[in-house]
Antibody
Framework: EVQLVESGGGLVQPGGSLRLSCAASGFTFSDHAMDWVRQAPGKGLEWVGRATHKTHGYTTEYATSVRGRFTISRDDSKNSLYLQMDSLKSEDTAVYYC?????????????WGQGTLVTVSP | DIQMTQSPSAMSASVGDRVTITCRASQGISNYLGWFQQKPGQVPKRLIYAASTLQSGVPSRFSGSGSGTEFTLTISSLQPEDFATYYCLQHNSFPLTFGGGTRVEIK
């Protein structure tokens, strides 16, 4: 069974930094690209970014709204995905989900963690 | 960035109704589109991928169609457990983008 468990959320002041982690299990982590998706309170879903896997050169992609402030990384030896968030703004307040991208033919996210809440406030 | 315009943003419907939700892409995305369902307090669940392929375990009353810039999600006969918010997601090109969501409420 695929399990994705996020951690690291909390309250942070505007301009501050926070690092989220996602522990993956139940599948071969190194075979999958991984995405972060967020959802502001009472709002819709917003794709944050992707960490590709070895076959695609471990590249990263970002939403326009976070590019230059957020950094996604992964450690395949630890089956873990990370999201480093710097220069945080109030509009970054959201539940952050770690998600899995299926391997094989292109397909969208197929598994979600339960999410971790990030609150950016003075 | 590709904009995904989803309509309607909310709707009221009765059990047994046929429901259609539309997503329009600001440029062609082939069939790289998925549909997700999110119930209150729950994480999203993938219903459809490749625009029209039903996720294993999802009831056959759900169907998807479209290609290029216009896509639809249809629920042929709405059931009580289908009241939720639905989102489309384009994964043709980065950055990926979700539609704004359609909240399906009980009439």
């Amino acid at each position: 069974e695929v399990q994705l468990v996020e951690s690291g959320g909390g309250l942070v002041q505007p301009g501050g930094s926070l690092r989220l982690s996602c522990a993956a299990s139940g599948f071969t982590f190194s075979d999958h690209a991984m995405d972060w998706v967020r959802q502001a309170p009472g709002k819709g879903l917003e794709w944050v970014g992707r960490a590709t896997h070895k076959t695609h050169g471990y590249t990263t992609e970002y939403a326009t709204s976070v590019r230059g402030r957020f950094t996604i990384s992964r450690d395949d030896s630890k089956n873990s995905l990370y999201l480093q968030m710097d220069s945080l703004k109030s509009e970054d307040t959201a539940v952050y989900y770690c998600t899995r991208v299926p391997s094989g033919p292109r397909a969208p996210i197929d598994s979600w963690g339960q999410g971790t809440l990030v609150t950016v406030s003075p | 960035d590709i904009q995904m315009t989803q309509s309607p943003s909310a709707m009221s419907a009765s059990v047994g109704d046929r429901v259609t939700i539309t997503c329009r892409a600001s440029q062609g995305i082939s069939n790289y589109l998925g549909w997700f369902q999110q119930k209150p307090g729950q994480v999203p669940k993938r219903l459809i991928y490749a625009a029209s392929t039903l996720q294993s375990g999802v009831p056959s009353r759900f169907s998807g169609s479209g290609s290029g810039t216009e896509f639809t999600l249809t629920i042929s006969s709405l059931q009580p457990e289908d009241f939720a918010t639905y989102y489309c997601l384009q994964h043709n090109s980065f950055p990926l983008t979700f539609g704004g969501g359609t909240r399906v409420e009980i009439k």
